[in-house]
């Protein structure tokens, strides 16, 4: 357990202003059925964690919402904008939503401070020196300025995570998605990026993470969602989730796993 | 368990057969009786080849002579070099005018100016550099070569061309010398470091527009006597024609990979047709096709001369090879990493771009290198629709009178030119790979 995931729940900062609306959404894979009938919604400041068994859904639903995957029935509307096929929105809500994946997708033929700048400079305009200062100001928070002259592939699993995270904060985004930030990483890498992403959501920016760690859902979660096959099974408040789960799918899932 | 081992064991020296050179030779040469055998058999041969190379091609061969017969005379074993060492203009320049020739050279020394900022560390711009190449070189270059009146777009893109080059030059000085690009080193002697961005760059096109205007009154007068490309032979005409084909080939298959792997079908299907066309086609059908059939669709009174039509036919059939090593080198690319260019935001051509081919291309080097190495020795088959490239100059000197008969000695010192000029671009291709994944290793 790390300090953070210690100290306990995280003070609530979730406002009444939507940022995310799901309505009727379902998805197919070819002819599979992926996602069904997922209905969620998320207020500016909520943190959501999404678990699940492996295949659930529970990554292309949060991949659905930043338009890496797209839908075929229903409506998400990200930040007052509709996904769909209106390009406009589509470039609006990929420089609004930044998203963390299980294996960091860094560019390696960047150096660490390229990877940060490259958003800033290239899609927001901004000018470079500036965009060096935000990227050195996110590196300072993900504890790793020293690495900003190297590459990727010098940098060890946890550091590049971070790197990850710090290059989807540069873009200042409205939205932070963790696709299982931790699965590739080695165990004791995996306390430095929960830190960071505690820290994260303690600066009160919306997150939705789909995890396997209990313990950080514990600390960050205002609600836990448990999805499996395609449906959203239950929501709850993550004491009553991990105390007294109500169906018998997530206790059995919980009793698996804890 | 108890404590094996309390102290930390030194290091000892390796046995003698890991690092002398007699230990290397018994081990890898002569390790057993087979393997003795071997090695002896093997030495005989290289022994053989080398001694009959070594005879007929120096010891027995004749350097100076008026015509074969005098050859003969001096030994009948030996080659008879004499007769290329005669022929040693037309084989380099063809049948260009010998008092014109030094405007080949010239358009060689500029060309080896123009790219030598690139392998120049300390000089800034590079990019520019190498699209400034492309672009104006080929205007200038065309122009040097084959002279007489200029049309107005060619008035332009020559004043182009020399001020690009101009500018680059003082690039690579400033860049050498003071270590910085000519742009900051302007803005400096004005004294206009603290100016706004937006004056300094008024102040840089000003100057621009000034070189240029200047470079465009001083061309006018510029002109140089015409040389019709029926005259244009030898090793020149086989590097003008690579050379604009290795030029133009490697973005006309990006261009084309890209629309195989495009989400429109219609580009989709229009890129495929016309890659998997020419690809099943042996380029000496396209060079027909190019100059025989091509004018028949063609409006009447449109002519093209035949060079142009070698050079599209060339150009169309490499950027097809070409497009498949592109889209082999986009396939070796994680999805990931369109993925993690989309969560920044970056659209199409700035995934493409920054993310996706600078990847890409280094991946490529080998097969792109090999493809460049391809093409310029299948540029010797125009020499049978009747262009006197390198290879149509070195077969007619066997039907010159004094050298009639001599087809040896010229197609081995054909063979030696080819070696030399592909083993450097397989070498430095090697060198780009080394240097290019120095930086980064996966």
Redesign the interface.
């Known amino acids: 357990m790390s300090d953070a995931q210690t100290k306990g729940q995280l003070a609530s900062a979730i406002s009444s202003e939507v940022m995310i609306e799901i309505n009727q959404m379902n998805k197919w894979y070819g002819a599979f059925h992926v996602l069904k009938d997922i209905n969620l919604t998320v207020h500016k400041g909520e943190r959501i964690v999404i678990c699940g068994p492996s295949g659930s859904g529970k990554s292309t639903l949060i991949r659905c919402i930043?338009?890496?995957e797209e839908h075929q029935e229903g409506d998400i509307i990200v930040d007052g904008f509709k996904l769909g096929k209106n390009l406009k929105n589509l470039?609006h809500i990929?420089?609004e939503?930044?998203?963390v994946?299980q294996?960091?997708?860094?560019?390696?033929?960047l150096t660490i401070l390229e990877n940060l700048t490259?958003?800033p400079v290239?899609?927001?305009k901004m000018n470079k020196a500036d965009a060096i200062e935000t990227a050195m100001k996110y590196l300072e928070r993900v504890k790793i300025p020293e690495q900003a002259d190297k590459?990727?592939?010098?940098l060890s699993g946890g550091q590049q995570q971070r790197v990850a995270i710090a290059?989807?904060l540069c873009?200042s985004p409205k939205i932070m998605l963790f696709d299982e930030p931790t699965s590739a990483l080695d165990p004791e890498m995996i306390k430095e990026v929960l830190d960071v992403m505690v820290d994260l959501a303690d600066t009160g920016m919306t997150m939705i993470v789909v995890t396997h760690e209990m313990g950080f859902a514990k600390t960050i979660a205002d609600e836990v969602v448990f999805m499996d096959e395609g449906d959203i099974v239950e929501r709850n408040n993550p004491d009553a989730f991990f105390g007294n789960p109500e169906h018998e799918r997530t206790q059995k899932f919980l009793s698996q796993i804890l | 368990m108890a404590i094996i081992k309390a102290e930390k064991t030194p290091d000892r020296s390796a046995p003698v057969s890991e690092t002398s050179v007699m230990g290397w030779l018994h081990k890898n040469l002569f390790s057993s009786a087979f393997n003795t055998l071997l090695t002896l058999f093997t030495l005989y041969i290289i022994y053989l080849t080398a001694s009959g190379v070594y005879g007929w091609g120096l010891r027995d061969a004749t350097f100076a002579a008026e015509n074969r017969r005098e050859c003969y005379d001096y030994s009948l074993t030996g080659a008879c070099w004499a007769g290329v060492i005669d022929w040693l203009d037309n084989i380099f320049y063809g049948r260009y005018p010998r008092e014109e020739i030094w405007r080949i050279n010239f358009g060689g020394l500029l060309l080896a100016l123009w790219m030598a900022p690139l392998w120049m560390g300390r000089v800034k711009g590079k990019v520019l550099v190498g699209v400034t190449v492309v672009v104006f070189y080929p205007f200038l270059a065309g122009y040097l070569f084959s002279g007489g009146d200029k049309g107005f777009f060619m008035q332009v893109m020559v004043t182009g061309a020399i001020v690009a080059f101009a500018i680059n030059m003082a690039n690579m000085i400033t860049g050498l010398t003071k270590n910085m690009g000519l742009n900051a080193f302007i803005i400096q002697m004005l004294e206009q470091g603290k100016a706004p961005d937006k004056t300094q760059r008024n102040i840089l096109l000003l100057l621009l527009a000034i070189a240029f205007a200047a470079a465009f009154v001083w061309q006018v007068n510029w002109t140089v006597e015409g040389v019709s490309w029926t005259k244009w032979g030898g090793l020149f005409l086989t590097l003008v024609i690579s050379g604009i084909g290795i030029a133009s080939a490697l973005p006309g298959g990006i261009i084309l990979a890209l629309g195989r792997r495009s989400k429109l079908p219609i580009v989709r299907v229009l890129s495929t047709g016309f890659i998997e066309v020419f690809r099943s086609v042996p380029l000496i059908t396209v060079l027909f096709m190019a100059t025989t059939m091509f004018p028949l669709f063609m409006p009447e009174g449109f002519v093209l001369n035949k060079l142009v039509q070698v050079i599209i036919a060339v150009i169309l059939f490499n950027a097809c090879y070409m497009a498949e090593t592109v889209r082999a080198g986009l396939q070796a690319i994680p999805k990931g990493q369109f993925e993690g260019a989309h969560t920044i935001g970056l659209g199409y051509w700035g995934t493409m771009g920054l993310i996706i081919m600078p990847q890409a291309l280094k991946h490529m080097i080998p097969n792109i290198v090999g493809s460049f190495i391809g093409l310029l020795k299948d540029t010797t088959l125009v020499s049978i629709i009747g262009l006197f490239d390198i290879l149509g100059m070195l077969r007619s000197i066997s039907k010159d009178v004094p050298w009639l008969g001599l087809h040896k000695e010229p197609l081995v010192f054909g063979a030696i030119l080819f070696f030399i000029i592909c083993f450097s671009m397989s070498k430095y291709s090697r060198h780009l790979e080394v240097k290019l994944s120095a930086g980064h290793k996966h």
Not at chain 1, 151 to 154: A, D, R, S
């Open positions: 930043n338009a890496l470039d990929r420089t939503v930044g998203m994946f294996n960091f997708n860094l560019f390696p033929h490259l958003g290239w899609v927001r590459y990727p592939g010098q290059r989807s873009m």
